[in-house]
């Protein structure tokens, strides 16, 4: 169950937005991605999950080259949560989260009793009720769809999960109680995570990544990485300065 | 709302089609001639439940590969190939042949239509590529049409305009069997790349994270929706609605999920064609209405009543 980037490179055009990067990912704790907007956090992550094919490098699961891997064993181990457009069509919460165990659903045939028990664990981990779960997706709200969609990845019971901004549209409360499961969940499967909150990632994180100018810049214990000095180097702002305290603020020239 | 089982809606829907096609088949037969009446009516009613499923189904997969609810059989422009094709036989080809060659012009047009708007999609790179392929493509062979209609003399121009409006009056025992055993095949392979089909309806990132092949995925489900409108077209003209209400009249009652709707899908578009002929039928006097004017005006009002429900939900 370890994902790993080996000397990763990847380019838009012209740009380069990783460069030479590696890391690996094991279970045992939270990993959060910090980085800023257009920093390549969403380009690492679909290249993890070979949804991008590096230009240099390679990525290993289990020591093995992940191309090496058919698509669907890769869908398999590997539950991918995206920014995701609500859908054209009218599909049910339930009917939503069941499509996300897509590589493990048989053919020709209705979904099996793991299949179903795995939904109604997933929909239970995000709190929607019984009621909810046969509404059309199209008539949550987006932090409820998010949630559907958060679901729809846990459903899939693969051992390592890669999501992007996970709780972007949660309020505080639940933000917190995602992550409070998420954490639990990471004591055996290898949880990857992008976030902009530093809070949060302050506070669950056992590890953490700083992405800026395509490497890493820093990497380990949310205490020793997420420094003001390095926050700066994520997040350039001219003027701007980091308060530490029980939390970040970044403060403009009028407040520092 | 709870959701009517699919086994239940797609008994009840092969019921009906049973009862449509017997339906069919009553009144007026004695006297001499009578069986071969009774064949043509039987044949005709077996027309219409092949060519509405046919359509019904197309109309699901492409809905569900652009994930818009909008889409129907004729959304890559198939309808005015096949229409360009038809009118181009009944223009440069004599009467007498015109049983045979109108079919295979209006096959001919609608395939040289989806092979057009492949290659300028570069097969199907992308579902918003493809749509606006199937778009443009569209409106160059429409105004090939209108070309050939200017060509046409009044007789020509009658008949192209009276297969524009569908009929299902051309069923022989070799058309039901070459359209049967193509619906069959093509329900048969989508039923079993149902699950890519959902996961396509979610969205292409989605889809590849769940192990699709995006691009091969679309393209099996393009071509099988086009070659199930291509096929119904040269049989019967162009109907339109049954491709665009049924899949949502079934989505409604029995859900979403294609891996359990597709047959229901497409027996309730049999249904619904059998029924819109037998009312097209009962509509004619002297002239015979037209199924496609009767098909056209039943699916729009029961739109409009989806969208009023719509409405009322949201």
Known sequence: ???????????????????????????????FLLGANGAGKSTLLKILCRLLAPAEGQVLLDGKDITAFSANARA???????????????????????????AKLPRLAPPGKEDLRAVERALDAVKLSSAERLRPVTRFSGGEFQRIVLASVLALESEILLLDEPVSSQDPARSAWIFEMLTALAAEKTVFVISHDLDLALRYASRVLLLAGGKIIADGPPDRVMTPENLLK?????????????SFRFLGPRHA | MRKISCRLLTAAALLAAAILLLASARGGLEGPGADVL??????????????????????????????????????????SGAAAGAAAVFVFVPAGLLFLCVPAGALAGALATLGAVLVISGGGRSADRLLLSGVVTGIVVSSLLIYLISLSDSSQLAGVTWWILGDLQGATPALLAALAGLAAGILAAVQFFSNELNALAVGDEAAMTRGVAVRKARLFFVIAASLLASSCVAAAGIIGFAGLVV?????LLAGSDHRRILPAVFLSGGCFLQLCDLTAVAL???????????????????????????????
């Open chain 2, 284 to 314: 004619s006097g002297a002239k015979e209405t037209p199924v496609g004017v009767v098909c056209s005006c039943a699916g729009g009002i029961l739109f409009l009543v989806l969208l009023a429900k719509r409405r009322r939900q949201a």
């Open chain 1, 76 to 102: 398999r181990r590997i539950g991918v949560m995206l920014q995701q457009p609500l859908p054209g069509l009218d599909f049910s919460a339930e009917e939503f989260v069941l499509f996300g165990r897509t």
């Open chain 2, 247 to 251: 899949p949502h009249i079934v989505r």
């Open chain 1, 234 to 246: 994520l997040y350039p702002l001219p003027g701007f300065t980091v308060s530490e305290g029980r």
């Open chain 1, 1 to 31: 169950m370890n994902l790993a980037a080996e000397n990763i490179s990847f380019a838009y055009g012209e740009k380069t937005v990783i460069d030479r990067v590696s890391f690996s990912l094991e279970p045992g704790g939270l990993t």
């Open chain 2, 38 to 79: 009774l064949r043509f009516r039987l044949f005709r009613s077996l027309l219409g439940f092949l060519v509405g499923g046919s359509l019904a189904l197309s109309g699901a997969i492409f809905q569900a590969v652009f994930r818009n609810p909008l889409a129907d059989p004729y959304i890559l422009g198939i309808s």
